[in-house]
């Protein structure tokens, strides 16, 4: 569903905004998780594991969808959280654990950080058997497929997309699908994102490398709107959001989309955009239905 804001900046610099409302998917599964889980279930089934094993933080958006697109799929899933174990459980682990069967485990944040280690990985095998291994986030080279299906039915003459950028998996995908005339702006939630460009690009180098030098020179990321860092919740962030999803009757979050867009408007004051450019901001979730 595409959804049209408009304000006085915007209309100022002759700007149209839409909003691509991929949170809308699955209640559960929202967003760009419904994309980055898609293929890799699929390839999941197709090697006949039963069994997931993911990564993320006490709070993550990618643990609460993988257990339930887990449990839809008929797997066992497992979740790797980042830190110590703290009850009562957070809504985020507690849906992942009560409603949708997902083992919990803790990780210390020195050992999370080399997660991805043949060593640590072998040490998982050896304690919880064959399983498939989503990455934190579910960014991977399946991701980016998925990703690319994004704007597949989005009939709009836009020129830039603008997306929110925590492991850079949708915003790859994106980029693989634009048309010639389109860019995409990401708006990198962590501090010091600068690292996200090699990501985006290691992502696209794996999916086609022969068309990474063309990509390359379709993308761009804000890594100004960060807000002290990603589970950073200031005091103005806050407001926005709440004003945002109240004037607009689009629900958004702190961490993610709230971001994004008040990058969004903040450029679009700046003279960022071109005057009577077309934007399209992908939704991508981020809130949480329990049902």
Known sequence: MLQQVTNTGLEKQEITLWVLRTDQIHPQISGNKWFKLKYNLTEAKRRKFHTL????????NHIYATARAGQLGGFRTIGIIRGEKTLPLNETLAYAKEVCGMELHYMNRTTYRQKHTSFVISELQAK??????IPEGGTNVLAVE?????LTDIDLPFDTVCVPVGT??????????LKTTQQALGFAVLKGGDFLYNDVNQL????DEEKLLGWQAKYRIALDYHFGGYAKRPEKLCEFVNDFSKNYQ????????GKMFWGIFDLVEQGFFKKKSVILAVH???????A
Do not use: D, M, Q, W
């Not at 919880?128 to 291994?133: D, I, Q």
């Not at 850079?168 to 699908?177: C, D, K, M, P």
């Not at 991508?284 to 329990?290: A, D, K, S, V």
């Open 53 to 60: 094993l993911t990564f993320g933080g006490a709070y993550s």
């Open 128 to 133: 919880f058997g064959s399983f498939y291994l």
């Open 146 to 150: 998925g990703c690319k299906e994004i």
């Open 168 to 177: 850079g998996g949708t915003l790859a995908g994106l980029v693989a699908s």
């Open 204 to 207: 696209l180098k794996a999916y």
């Open 250 to 257: 689009i629900p958004i979050e702190p961490i993610y989309t």
């Open 284 to 290: 991508t979730g981020g809130l949480r239905t329990n």
